[in-house]
Antibody, heavy 120, light 105 residues
């Protein structure tokens, strides 16, 4: 059974940084691209970015709204992907989900999400 | 970016009803369209991918169809557990984009 478990969400001040994690199990993590999606009350669901597998050079891609402020990485030895967020803004407040890709279906499996609140 | 427009934004229905939700893409996405169901406090659950392929374990009362720019999700014989919010998503091009959601109440 595919299982994705996010952790690390918390309250952060504007301008601060935070790194959230997603530990995966139940599938071949090393060969899978991983995506991050966030959900806010106001803007709904928003794709944040993705990281491909080692064979695809760990290539990353980011949404324009977060480009330059976030970095997605992965540690295949720990079956974990990370979302590093810097220069956080109040509008980054959201539940952040990690998703695993299956074939062409980019967000086939979802974790339970982790809440990031940016507020002073 | 490809804009995804869902309609209606909410629909009132009763157990046993048939409900149809529409989703329109701002440009051709072939059949790279998925549907998700979300209940309060939970993550979105994939129902359908590739416009019409039911995900494992999804009841057959759910069906999807369409291609190019116009898509639909139909729920036949609505059950109590189907009252939720539904989202469409295109994954033809980056950035992946979602519709605004349809609440079935």
């Amino acid at each position: 059974e595919v299982l994705l478990v996010e952790s690390g969400g918390s309250l952060v001040q504007p301008g601060g940084s935070l790194k959230v994690s997603c530990e995966a199990s139940g599938f071949d993590f090393r060969d899978s691209a991983m995506h991050w999606v966030r959900q806010t009350t106001g803007k709904g669901l928003e794709w944040v970015g993705r990281i491909r597998s080692k064979v695809n050079g760990y290539a990353t891609m980011y949404a324009a709204s977060v480009k330059g402020r976030i970095t997605i990485s992965r540690d295949d030895t720990k079956n974990t992907t990370y979302l590093q967020m810097n220069s956080l803004k109040t509008e980054d407040t959201a539940v952040y989900y990690c998703c695993s890709q299956e074939g062409d279906f980019l967000t086939a499996r979802w974790g339970q999400g982790t809440l990031v609140t940016v507020s002073s | 970016d490809i804009q995804m427009t869902q309609s209606p934004s909410s629909v009132s229905a009763s157990v046993g009803d048939r409900v149809t939700i529409s989703c329109r893409a701002s440009q051709d996405i072939s059949n790279f369209l998925a549907w998700f169901q979300q209940k309060p406090g939970k993550a979105p659950e994939p129902l359908i991918s590739a416009s019409s392929t039911l995900e494992r374990g999804v009841p057959s009362r759910f069906s999807g169809g369409g291609s190019v720019t116009d898509f639909a999700l139909t729920i036949n014989n609505l059950q109590p557990e189907d009252f939720a919010t539904y989202y469409c998503q295109q994954y033809h091009s980056y950035p992946v984009t979602f519709g605004g959601g349809t609440r079935v109440e």
